[in-house]
């Protein structure tokens, strides 16, 4: 009996120890080192697709413009520090398609464009070609988010300098100057970046671990404040799986709209976007991004003599995919 009762004790710690040795690898795939971990001079791509519809009320008649917006991205470590990485970023390509009540408009860096035209697409279209035949040479932490463009000043203001060729005259010609001076702004270039880049913890995180984004954003001349809330869902291979629910509203301290003499408020902007993410454990950047965003608003439009208000809600979808 001692002999019997001895043989099956060891057989079921020797079936235990086999089953906890199994368990232990397995406990280890479900971590990863989710930061930017770029090989040095190698250029990685990426391509950002997204559509919009914006349905806007003014005095009740629906208003609705479609937009479609595509951005190739390359970008290249060229140093790093224990605190940062040091990138050369190309914007490849900008396109942008907008179809305004059957009015469409459209421009594209892949063309010379014309400064001096009357059509703002053309301008638009010089201003996207410039800006993508310049390199930026960007600082980003090691969770993706930039924390400096080094040549911002140098390329707004080389880019800046050509608008003086413009021949419009009037309220055309501001809106499109402030358009080109947003587009080439600081805050703009590191939105266009983050957009891709800004997606991590930073360091290492199990199944199930939570990590939150918080961010600032100007979109059409609203500053909006976001909050991304990540979760890891799982390892499968070298992809991190991960889902973010992202809330987004006016900030407090928004500043209203100026256009055209009016002034244009949305306090009371509110919005979410969830996604899908599937992130490279390798180089910590994006393989795949679906995400779906709904914004409603209701715009206080004032100026000398007359206010209204005009409801608003703004519905998108972006993919945001790795290049081979």
Same mark, same amino acid.
């Given at each position: ?136 040479? +960007? ?32 309220? $055309? ?31 290492? +995180? ?10 600032? +954003? ?24 991960? $889902? ?81």
């Amino acid at each position: 009996m001692d002999l019997f009762f001895n043989s099956q004790t060891m057989k079921k710690f020797l079936l235990s120890a086999i089953a906890v040795m199994c368990i232990v690898p397995l406990m280890s795939q479900q971590t990863a080192t989710l930061k930017l971990n770029l090989e040095k001079n190698k250029t990685y791509r990426l391509r950002s697709a997204s559509k919009q519809t914006v349905v806007q009320t003014v005095s009740g008649n629906q208003q609705t413009v479609e937009s479609e917006v595509l951005y190739t991205m390359s970008i290249k470590m060229i140093d790093a520090t224990p605190e940062f990485l040091v990138t050369e970023i190309h914007f490849d390509t900008i396109t942008t398609k907008t179809n305004t009540m059957g009015k469409v408009e459209s421009f594209s860096s892949t063309v010379e464009g014309d400064i001096k035209s009357s059509e703002t697409s053309k301008i638009m279209s010089y201003i996207m070609n410039r800006l993508s035949k310049s390199a930026l040479y +960007v600082k980003l932490d090691y969770a993706g988010q930039p924390l400096e463009v080094l040549n911002s000043k140098i390329l707004s203001e080389m880019i800046l300098k050509d608008t003086s060729l413009i021949t419009l005259t009037g309220p $055309t010609a501001s809106a499109i100057k402030t358009q080109i001076a947003s587009t080439v702004s600081d805050n703009n270039l590191k939105t266009m970046v983050k957009s891709f880049t800004w997606n991590l913890p930073g360091g290492q +995180v199990s199944t199930g671990a939570e990590w939150k984004i918080f961010d600032q +954003v100007s979109s059409g001349g609203m500053l909006l404040a976001i909050t991304a809330s990540n979760r890891l869902d799982g390892i499968k291979g070298n992809n991190a799986l991960i $889902t973010v629910e992202s809330d987004i509203r006016a900030p407090e301290n928004a500043p209203p709209i100026k256009s055209g003499g009016a002034t244009v408020t949305y306090n009371n902007l509110r919005g979410i976007s969830k996604s899908s993410l599937v992130v490279d454990t390798g180089t910590g950047l994006v393989t795949e991004n679906k995400s779906k965003t709904s914004i409603s608003a209701s715009l206080g439009v004032s100026a000398p003599g007359f206010s209204m208000e005009i409801p608003m809600v703004i519905n998108g979808e972006t993919v945001i995919t790795g290049q081979k």
